[in-house]
């Protein structure tokens, strides 16, 4: 079984602050990670996602992820925050082959001006 | 050039009616999802196809069928509609495999009166 959990369903920083979204998961096997971001009224989209390899991921929109197989965790960080990354944030994960893919709870992201 | 479009965007209909969403990708992929989000943004699969056969099946109300023609369309039919059923739903495609990106359609939310 796989599950996800989000830390924190609103989180507000301000513009130009660090931005760190929490995510733990629970897996059997090894793990594929993914960050979605689904802006209002919009379907979600990929920021970046972990299958093998380097444990620190770059995504778009300057967002990286560190997985860290020993903490469990797939945090989502952003140096500095710009208005434009207010939306909805979903972290996922899956194991199988034909995948299914379970999501957190998602995390809503204010920026304050 | 929409890559994932489901239609309609909105649905309003009454308790007891038949209603019937579209989803439709041109990317070419194997595999498609129908995801529901309720209203605290909660997502979750419902129905996995991968070259037109079923995969994924959670624990849906048979009320809920999906259809999928071709590999390109996979189309999802609501009988006996509940207030219950009320959400916005997703179409979604990837290819085939674990630790694919998901593409996701703008989705499709549902009133149900």
């Known amino acids: 079984a796989q599950s996800v959990t989000q830390l924190g369903s609103h989180v507000s920083v301000s513009e130009g602050a660090l931005v760190l979204l929490r995510c733990n998961y629970s897996?059997?096997?090894?793990?594929?990670l993914f960050w979605y971001v689904q802006y209002p009224n919009q379907g979600l989209q990929l920021l970046l996602k972990?299958?093998?390899?380097?444990?620190l991921v770059k995504g778009i929109n300057g967002f990286e992820a560190e997985f860290k197989k020993s903490e469990t965790s797939f945090h989502l960080t952003k140096p500095s925050a710009h208005m434009s990354d207010a939306a909805e944030y979903f972290c996922?994960?899956?194991?199988?082959?034909?995948?299914?893919?379970?999501f957190g709870t998602g995390t809503k992201l204010q920026v304050i001006p | 050039d929409t890559a994932v479009s489901q239609t309609p965007k909105y649905l309003v209909t009454q308790m007891g009616n038949d209603k019937s969403i579209k989803c439709e990708q041109n990317l070419g992929h194997d595999t498609m999802y129908w995801y529901k989000q309720d209203s605290k943004k909660f997502l979750k699969i419902m129905f996995s196809?991968?070259?037109?056969?079923?995969?994924i099946n959670e624990t849906v109300p048979n009320r809920f069928s999906p259809k999928s023609p071709d590999k390109a369309h996979l189309n999802l039919h609501i009988n006996s509609l509940e207030l219950g059923d009320s959400a916005v739903y997703f179409c979604?495609?990837?290819?085939?495999?674990?630790?694919?990106?998901?593409?996701f359609g703008s989705g499709t939310q549902l009133s149900v009166l």
């Open positions: 196809y991968n070259n037109k056969e079923l995969i």
């Open positions: 979604a495609s990837s290819q085939e495999g674990a630790g694919k990106k998901l593409f």
């Open positions: 897996s059997s096997v090894p793990p594929y």
């Open positions: 972990y299958t093998t390899g380097a444990t």
């Open positions: 996922a994960v899956t194991t199988g082959g034909y995948q299914k893919v379970t």
